[in-house]
């Protein structure tokens, strides 16, 4: 076996592990290829490599990612879908994962989210305009849509 081929089996099984940890994208592992200075062929040969044995699917990945920063980070549609456009996922896998998104699930945040910047809002003394539209800064800046932010804070 030549030194190349074992170099480049070594890469692999790092690369293999950094997606078995939890999903990546596409856009992730190709940054996390740069410093190997591998030829585009090489890259290609990896990336292949990784979706055919399914540690890279891009579909599992922007669901997951969706999931989570919703779950996890209470993070609004318009922040998620920011994020992954910035991981570069097509929009298509954008819009359907976003679109797996629980409403209840996501309407439930919102509340919580509002009753959490109340609580930490009580000892400032605003008037109920000035916490209303802190309140809404701080779910604006999380992702939500104004829509949905009306609904609970201006109805």
């Not at 290829?33 to 990945?61: A, W």
């Not at 009580?122 to 949905?148: P, T, V």
Request: proline share 1%; hydrophobic share 30%; glycine share 2%.
């Amino acid at each position: 076996m030549s030194r190349q081929s074992e170099h480049l089996k070594r890469i692999i099984i790092k690369i293999e592990r950094y997606c078995a940890y939890q999903d990546r994208c596409e856009y992730e592992v190709r940054k996390k290829l740069k410093p190997y200075t591998l030829s585009s062929e090489q890259t290609d040969f990896i990336l292949d490599r990784l979706i055919e044995s399914s540690f890279l699917d891009e579909t599992r990945f922007a669901e997951s990612y969706v999931h989570g920063k919703l779950k996890v980070k209470k993070w609004g549609r318009i922040k998620i879908k920011s994020k992954l456009i910035e991981k570069r996922v097509s929009s298509k896998l954008i819009e359907e994962a976003l679109s797996g998104i629980n409403d209840n699930l996501y309407q439930e945040t919102i509340k919580e989210l509002i009753v959490k910047k109340q609580e930490q809002l009580q000892s400032k003394n605003l008037s109920a305009s000035e916490e209303k539209q802190k309140i809404s800064q701080y779910l604006l800046s999380k992702g939500f849509e104004w829509s949905e932010i009306s609904t609970y804070l201006f109805d």
